[in-house]
């Protein structure tokens, strides 16, 4: 079945450390992105990359990090210089030329403890 | 600004009770609405897509409905299987989709 896979489903986190994300899509979509969201708040984007090799900041970019290297592929950074990490990560991607609905994976939970 | 304005933030109703959660938005060119359906601890799952005023979608117990200000998601007659949040979003341009803040609906047996 196609869709996307995000990894792992929980984490938890010392303060100070970096930690990835992953998200792995089977659709052959061209379009990913990275969105937080956080209780009371609408989801808010992050990232997105429209092809391989490039990649754009999103509203709340600061402290994070990404990578496209491969289509199927777009892995998210929290780096130590993120001050409220806590929060639930969702992985989306859009086939090209498509209307802007996106296909969601089953969302990352990030705890700094 | 872009805005999504989404109400109640909460709606509970007994199973068989039909209602109507609002979604309204202030975009400078609105290319498409969103309604995703969004189960705890979940990614959202789409719903349906509007284009113009006028235009309404159906599925199942849920029909959605769009004007030039606002959109409508009418649940007809629903089932506890139907509680979750849903989420309703605009598509302004190339990649901006701007999010509201979601209704989490509650039905009872």
């Known amino acids: 079945d196609g869709g996307i896979t995000q990894s792992p489903k929980y984490l938890f986190r010392k303060e100070g450390q970096n930690v990835t994300l992953s998200c792995e899509q089977n659709l052959n979509h061209d379009a990913m992105y990275w969105y937080r969201q956080d209780p009371g708040q609408g989801l808010r984007l992050i990232y997105y990359?429209?092809?391989?090799?490039?990649?754009q900041k999103g509203d709340i970019a600061e402290g994070y990090s990404v990578s496209r290297e491969k289509k199927e592929s777009f892995p998210l950074t929290v780096t130590s210089a993120q001050k409220n990490p806590t929060a639930f990560y969702l992985c989306?991607?859009?086939?090209?030329?498509?209307?802007?609905?996106?296909?969601f994976g089953e969302g990352s939970r990030l705890t700094v403890l | 600004e872009d805005q999504v304005t989404q109400s109640p933030e909460a709606l509970r109703l007994q199973e068989g009770e039909s209602s109507s959660l609002n979604c309204s938005y202030t975009?400078?060119?609105?290319?498409?609405l969103f309604w995703y359906r969004q189960d705890p601890g979940k990614g959202p799952e789409f719903l349906f897509t509007?284009?113009?005023a006028g235009e309404e979608k159906e599925k199942e117990r849920l029909k959605a409905t769009l004007t030039k200000k606002e959109s409508f998601l009418h649940i007809t007659a629903p089932k506890p299987e139907d509680s979750a949040t849903y989420l309703c979003a605009v598509h302004v341009f190339y990649q901006k989709v701007t999010f509201g803040t979601g209704t989490k609906l509650q039905v009872i047996p």
């Open positions: 975009v400078s060119g609105l290319r498409g």
């Open positions: 989306a991607s859009t086939p090209e030329g498509g209307t802007g609905e996106l296909f």
């Open positions: 509007l284009y113009s």
């Open positions: 990359s429209q092809i391989v090799n490039d990649f």
